[in-house]
C-alpha cells in the first residue's frame, strides 16, 4: 500500500539540506527517507528478506550518484511491478538531452533541473510536493494484488 | 594453357588492377607472385622489385621473424579473413617507415598450389579520425562534469546565504543583508557563466539540423514574450516577415532571443523604445538579417569586443548581463556559416547584422 513517505535519493549534503528545508517551509510534513548512493536506494526498495516493499508517494532521485546511478536505480524499480508505478522525478543538475531522454525512456514521469538560485530552488521543490503529494491521483491501493 | 583460361587469366589481373586497395598475391612459399599498381604505390616499391621477393620484405622489422609461422598457419587453414578482424597490423614501406594497416586474406586454389591474395589498406588517417572522436568526446564529458559538480557547490552558496537572508535577517542588518544578498546575486550569475560554457561546448560540436525556419515569425514570438513579461515597457516593435532561411531552428532561435533580449534590455532607459527585425541586401550570403534599437548603443572603437565571451561594454548597475550573449550568436552564426557584425554609437542605438547561408561550414 502507498505510504506518504518522500523518499530522497541524493549525494550532496547541501542539496539534501536545502531541499528538506524547502518542504518544511511550504508546510509538507511527509516524512522523508534520504538515501544517499543508488545501492542504498536499491537496497531500501528492494529489502529482499521477506519484508514488505515499500512504496513512497515521491521519489526525488539524482542521476548522478555513487555506486549505482539513477538510472539504473530507475530501471530496476521498472523492471519489478511491485515499484513499476511509483512517481519519479529525476532532479539532477545535468541538462544533457542524453539525459532527459533516458530518464524519460526508462519510466521517469518528471525531469527537473535543479535550480542553481536559492529561492528558484526553494519553489521548484515546493512545486513538486504540491503537485505529486496533493494535486496527483495517485495509483489506487486497491489493485489486483501483485506482492 | 587454353584460350578461356588465359582469358580468365586477363579478366584476374584487370581486376587486381582495378582494386582500391594494394593487392598483393604470395606463392605457397611465400613469394610475391603478383601485385597491382596500389600496392607499389603503397609501399613505394617498383613492381619488379617485388616480384620473387618473399612477402616479408612487406611486413615491419619486429614481426619479421615471425611473419613465416602465421602464414603456415594460414595455408593450414586458409579461411577468408577480413580486415579489421584480429589485430593492429601495420606495413613496411621501401624506405623503412611503416604505416598502420588493415589487411584481408583470402586464398585460391590455382591447382599448383594455393595463392593467397592479400588486400593492404592504409588506416592511417581513419585511426587520426578515431583519435580526434575519441578526444572530442573526452572533453564533452569533461564539460558536463565539470557543469555538474560547479553548479552544486553555487546552489549551496545560493542556498545558505538565502537561509541567512530569510531567517537571521534581523541578526545581519541591513549591510549584512547586502552581503547576502551579494552572493546570492553573484552565485546566480556563475550559473549563467557556466551554462554558457556548457552552450559553447554543446554548439560546437552538434550536428545542425538544417531547415526552413521563418526568422520573422521566430522574431515576432520572442518580442511578444518579452513585452509579456514586461507589460508595463511600451516598446515599438517592427518586424518583417516572413523572412525564410535554411537553419537549425533551435540555435536559430537562441540567435534571435540573445539580439532581442539585448535590444529589449538597452533600451529599457527610453520612452520611446524602438526595436526593429528585417532584411538587408546581402552579396556574399543568401539572407542578411539585423536587429536595430534606439537604445543605449556602444562605442563604436569596441565594437570588436562585442562577440568575445565574457566582454562587457557597460557598468553591471546600469545593463545586467554576463557577456556571453553575443558571444553565443557569434558562434552559432559561424557554425551556419554566416558572420555577424555591428553599428552603433553612444546613445545612438546598436544595429546587428547577421548572415545565412544555410550550408554548413567545418
Known amino acids: 500500500m502507498t505510504d506518504r513517505t518522500i523518499l530522497l535519493v541524493e549525494d550532496n549534503p547541501d542539496d539534501e539540506a536545502l531541499t528538506l528545508r524547502a518542504f518544511k517551509k511550504s508546510d509538507i510534513r511527509n516524512e522523508v527517507v534520504v538515501l544517499r548512493d543508488g545501492a542504498e536506494a536499491l537496497a531500501y526498495l528492494f529489502p529482499g528478506n521477506g519484508d514488505t516493499v515499500p512504496r513512497p508517494a515521491l521519489i526525488l532521485l539524482d542521476l548522478n550518484l555513487p555506486k549505482v546511478g539513477g538510472l539504473e536505480v530507475l530501471r530496476r524499480m521498472r523492471a519489478d511491478e511491485r515499484t513499476q508505478m511509483i ?61 | 594453357m587454353t584460350e578461356l583460361a588465359s582469358l580468365a587469366d586477363g579478366m584476374f589481373v584487370a581486376l587486381l588492377e582495378a582494386a582500391p586497395d594494394a593487392m598483393v598475391c604470395i606463392a605457397a612459399d611465400g613469394r610475391i607472385v603478383l601485385v597491382n599498381a596500389q600496392a607499389e604505390r603503397l609501399f613505394g616499391y617498383q613492381r619488379a622489385e617485388l616480384i620473387g621477393q618473399p612477402v616479408e620484405i612487406l611486413v615491419p622489422d619486429a614481426a619479421r621473424a615471425v611473419h613465416p609461422g602465421h602464414r603456415a598457419a594460414y595455408a593450414a587453414d586458409p579461411r577468408h579473413r577480413p580486415m579489421g578482424a ?78 541567512l537572508l530569510e531567517e537571521y535577517g534581523g541578526v545581519l542588518g541591513e549591510e549584512g543583508r547586502g552581503y547576502a544578498e551579494r552572493i546570492v546575486a553573484v552565485s546566480a550569475q556563475m550559473g549563467q557563466l557556466i551554462d554558457y560554457l556548457l552552450q559553447l561546448s554543446r554548439v560546437s560540436r552538434a550536428e545542425l539540423r538544417l531547415q526552413p525556419v521563418d526568422l520573422g ?146
Request: glycine share 8%.
Open chain 1, 87 to 147: 512517481p519519479v522525478v529525476v532532479l539532477t543538475s545535468s541538462k544533457l538531452d542524453e539525459d532527459i531522454l533516458d530518464s524519460y525512456r526508462n519510466g521517469a514521469n518528471a525531469y527537473v533541473r535543479k535550480p542553481v538560485n536559492f529561492s528558484d530552488f526553494a519553489e521548484a521543490v515546493r512545486t513538486l510536493g504540491v503537485f505529486w503529494l496533493l494535486l496527483n491521483e495517485p495509483v489506487p491501493d486497491r489493485q489486483p494484488e501483485l506482492d
Open chain 2, 86 to 163: 584480429g589485430l593492429p597490423l601495420a606495413g613496411r614501406r621501401r624506405d623503412a617507415s611503416t604505416f598502420p594497416a588493415e589487411i584481408s586474406l583470402s586464398a585460391i586454389d590455382t591447382g599448383e598450389g594455393i595463392l593467397v591474395t592479400a588486400a593492404i589498406r592504409d588506416v592511417t588517417a581513419q585511426l587520426r579520425v578515431r583519435g580526434l572522436e575519441r578526444s572530442s568526446q573526452s572533453l564533452e564529458s569533461f564539460i558536463y562534469s565539470v557543469s555538474h559538480d560547479l553548479r552544486a557547490p553555487l546552489r549551496a552558496l545560493s542556498g545558505y546565504s538565502g537561509i
Open chain 2, 217 to 362: 515569425a521566430e522574431a515576432a514570438r520572442i518580442a511578444e514574450d518579452l513585452q509579456r513579461q514586461e507589460p508595463r515597457r511600451r516598446v515599438c516593435f517592427t518586424i518583417e516577415k516572413p523572412v525564410q532561411a535554411l537553419a537549425d531552428r533551435q540555435l536559430i532561435h537562441t540567435v534571435l532571443q540573445n539580439l532581442l533580449d539585448n535590444a529589449w534590455k538597452f533600451t529599457s532607459g527610453r520612452d520611446d523604445a524602438a526595436i526593429e527585425f528585417g532584411t538587408a541586401p546581402s552579396e556574399d550570403a543568401a539572407v542578411c538579417c539585423y536587429v536595430r534599437d534606439n537604445g543605449a548603443g556602444f562605442d563604436s572603437a569596441y565594437a570588436g569586443k562585442l562577440f568575445q565571451p565574457f566582454q562587457r561594454l557597460h557598468a553591471a548597475r546600469d545593463f545586467p548581463g554576463t557577456g556571453t550573449g553575443l558571444a553565443s550568436v557569434r558562434q552559432i552564426v559561424e557554425r551556419h556559416g554566416g558572420r555577424v557584425w555591428a553599428e552603433g554609437a553612444v546613445g545612438a542605438g546598436a544595429t546587428f547584422y547577421f548572415t545565412l547561408d544555410g550550408k554548413e561550414s567545418a
